[in-house]
């Protein structure tokens, strides 16, 4: 799964299925990113920022569902980094 940020938008492109589940996270905007994603009630995100032109990596156990994604840092997630990760 690749899940990009810019100003202010989130892409999210391929499939992902129940069980490990790669995270590439890319920062395709102007400004450092972070990462965070709500995985069946706990939070887990990045350890650190991304930097323009940069990119993370999560690796997840998910099960099936969806899931709330967003830009940890203030006031992003408002602006509209925002998403909802389908897992199948
Ligand atoms: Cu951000």
């Not at 395709?28 to 350890?47: D, E, M, T």
């Amino acid at each position: 799964m690749e899940i990009s940020f810019q100003e202010w938008s989130v892409g999210i492109s391929g499939m992902a299925h129940a069980g490990q589940v790669k995270l590439l996270i890319r920062n395709q905007g102007r400004f450092p990113h972070s990462f965070a994603i709500n995985a069946g009630g706990q939070v887990r995100q990045l350890g650190s920022n991304v930097a323009a032109g940069g990119s993370g990596e999560l690796t997840l156990a998910l099960a099936a569902g969806e899931y709330t994604l967003w830009c940890p840092l203030p006031g992003h997630r408002e602006r509209g980094l925002e998403a909802k990760l389908q897992v199948q």
